[in-house]
């Protein structure tokens, strides 16, 4: 086997700091700003208003501090940094300001925030009062501040005291840097070594980075080249991750899934050379569980469109198509390393959707695990073939939730653009994840499933066909069809995030170019909801 050794990238050091960020020895300070009101000075520029935290940096500077930043052409609009040397009045010697925007509970869309509609878009920055948007201003501005320090080996920031949790985040998620594949990675961009968070607790800091990490790490599997992930050594990443943090692992290989029955990774699988896997993954709860959820995510490791062979156009971005797969892979090491009291299983089909004179054909019949067939009309749907099988494999552990989630359609960008997830499945569910989704800043949109769908997978040989023979509703007929392997009374719910979970433009926010680790956040903070409510 050829040697697919990747090393992980150096993640920064972090830790919360009871101490003055004016006393804090650090290559740089970071403070937070909001716009001012129009009209305060005597050139029409409003100065900023300094930001919760900043108290004891503005005194530092004899109280001028939000004069000095106006003069140089500071605004607090969300994302923009300015920096200044502050010549001994602290002890970092640079201070980097960034825009918050409006604070929470002020319009947004003021033209005085400085906020408009230049943001990542992830959680409808519209909304008056919205502490969801506001928490993400603050994601986005720690990420530009992030950026902006890059290469340094120190920092300290203040923007704990505004959100904790959104600063941790927007910090180690903005300053990702991927580099793992060249062979002389750029200094100059890397992120910064070692962060001190000012204004919050231990505790707060350590979820907040874990939840990035996280993230992370499901963005390091998706921008990992397809050479070099593909079924085997994706299988065995993933239990490096799971036996680290404590998980029981199984892996199913190619002979064991044709054996079993897993008629839909076996038939995706077999036309490539690196042979299909199965993975499954278990977070028992710390023996202290009272809900059991399933996980499910796509893992298809590169997709050709098989026969039904996809243009050339856009197909480099197919190395994202196990973005699902990342994601819930992630997502169980996370609860073990939260020690969440709720049981975690993530079952993950793993195959390579390749043509070639073995891969399966338009017109071939599969038999899916748990018996049900399906006639194939297009190679190119092969996301929720895997899925099936996973799914009812998922069902048989008789788990109270489960949720998958997939890079699945065209149809989901279409409907829905390149940030926001079509989520769909039992109605409450589907809303309760929907909720996560828009808190947490991933952002997703409830949709319907309407039977009278279904009908249009009627298959003229099989139980059903992969898809029907038009080119509406795409996105919904994917979840129909899944559902046909969830179990009655299952509540269940299904993410497309063929858009969000991959960013092939320049970095916004705190969003990187690449793997985004959607839908990371919005399954952890489930998790988190299941094992406190149930």
Do not use: C
């Not at 920064?12 to 403070?31: H, K």
């Amino acid at each position: 086997m050829t040697d697919t050794t990747t090393p992980a990238p150096t993640r920064p050091a972090v830790a919360a700091s009871s101490t003055s960020p004016a006393e804090v020895t650090a290559d740089a300070l970071v403070i937070g700003l909001h716009p001012g009101t129009s009209g305060d000075s005597d050139s029409g520029q409003a100065a900023p208003v300094l930001a919760a935290g900043s108290e004891a940096v503005d005194a530092a500077f004899g109280g001028e501090l939000a004069e000095l930043l106006r003069t140089v052409g500071a605004t607090g609009k969300v994302e923009q940094v300015v920096s200044l040397p502050t010549r001994g009045a602290v002890a970092a010697p640079r201070l980097v300001a960034v825009g918050l925007g409006a604070p929470a509970g002020i319009d947004s869309t003021d033209p005085d925030s400085g906020d408009g509609d230049s943001g990542d878009g992830d959680s409808g920055d519209g909304d008056s009062g919205d502490a969801a948007a506001a928490a993400d201003r603050v994601r986005r501005a720690a990420g530009a501040a992030a950026r902006a320090l890059a290469g340094s080996a120190s920092a300290v920031s203040t923007l704990a005291a505004v959100d904790a949790e959104a600063a941790v985040q927007g910090t180690l998620l903005g300053g990702y840097v991927f580099d793992t594949h060249r062979t002389a990675p750029d200094a100059s961009a890397a992120p910064v070594a070692s962060w001190e968070f000012t204004g919050s607790d231990e505790d707060t800091v350590r979820r907040a980075a874990l939840v990035a990490e996280a993230v992370n790490t499901a963005r390091d599997l998706v921008n990992t080249a397809p050479n070099l992930l593909y079924p085997e050594t994706f299988a065995a990443r993933a239990v490096a991750l799971a036996e680290e943090a404590g998980l029981e692992t199984e892996v199913l290989d190619d002979a064991q899934l044709l054996e079993q029955g897993f008629g839909g990774v076996s038939g995706v699988g077999q036309g490539s050379s690196r042979k299909p896997r199965l993975v499954r993954l278990t977070w028992n709860g710390g023996g202290d569980a009272a809900k059991k959820v399933a996980l499910v995510g796509k893992g298809i490791t590169f997709d050709t469109g098989g026969i039904s062979l996809k243009p050339n156009a856009g197909m480099p971005d197919m190395t994202s198509d196990m973005g699902g797969a990342a994601a819930v892979i992630a997502s169980v090491v996370l609860a073990a390393k939260l020690e969440l009291p709720v049981a975690v299983t993530a079952t993950v089909p793993m195959a390579e959707n390749m043509p070639s004179s073995t891969a399966y054909r338009p017109g071939d019949v599969l038999t899916m695990y748990g018996g049900k067939t399906v006639e194939v009309l297009n190679t190119d749907a092969e996301g929720r073939l895997v899925l099936a099988d996973a799914i009812v494999r998922a069902a048989e552990d008789e788990p109270d939730y489960l949720v998958e989630t997939s890079t699945l359609t065209g149809a989901q960008e279409v409907a829905l653009g390149m940030r926001t997830a079509g989520i769909m499945g039992a109605d409450e569910l589907r809303d309760r994840v929907t909720a996560h989704a828009v808190e947490t800043g991933e952002d997703g949109w409830a949709m319907p499933l309407p039977q009278y769908l279904r009908s249009e997978l009627d298959s003229r040989v099989a139980d059903l066909a992969n898809v029907t023979g038009n080119r509406f509703g795409g996105m919904l007929v994917a979840g129909i069809f899944l559902r046909e392997f969830v179990p009655a009374g299952l509540p269940w719910a299904h993410l497309d995030v063929a858009g969000p979970a991959y960013n092939p433009g320049g970095t916004r926010g705190y969003t990187t170019k690449g793997g985004t680790g959607v839908p990371v956040r919005t399954i952890a903070a489930f998790l988190e909801d299941v094992s406190a409510n149930g």
